[in-house]
Nanobody
Framework: QVQLVESGGGLVQAGGSLRLSCVGS????????LGWFRQAPGKARDFVAG????????DYADSVKGRFAISGDDAKNTVYLQMNSLKPEDTAVYYC??????????????????WGQGTQVTVSS
């Protein structure tokens, strides 16, 4: 079973940056596609960014394009989400998710098979 653990969340002022990490156990991440989702209180869990080493490459939600960057380190079984120019509306719990399908990136939470526990990101105004 794949275990995913997110870290790097915290409180940051608007305009600041955070780098989230997702470390997985088990098989190499390069065999899958990885996604970042976020969920604010009372809101749906929405796609933020995804990465596939053999498929589409990377994909981003329109709301974060140009500000966030997803990357991975296969040797460390780690995927990162670099978040720059953070806005208060970015405040949410951020989740790392893994899909067994690596050829394409799904923007739906239903396309993912494993989930981490989430890490809180709070952006103050």
């Amino acid at each position: 079973q794949v275990q995913l653990v997110e870290s790097g969340g915290g409180l940051v002022q608007a305009g600041g940056s955070l780098r989230l990490s997702c470390v997985g156990s088990g098989r190499t991440f390069s065999r899958y596609s990885l996604g970042w989702f976020r969920q604010a209180p009372g809101k749906a869990r929405d796609f933020v960014a995804g990465i596939s080493w053999s498929g589409l490459g990377t994909d981003y939600a329109d709301s974060v394009k140009g500000r966030f960057a997803i990357s991975g380190d296969d040797a460390k079984n780690t995927v990162y989400l670099q978040m720059n120019s953070l806005k208060p509306e970015d405040t949410a719990v951020y989740y790392c998710a893994l899909s067994k399908i690596r050829a394409r990136i799904s923007t739906s939470a239903f396309g993912y098979d494993y989930w981490g526990q989430g890490t809180q990101v709070t952006v103050s105004s």
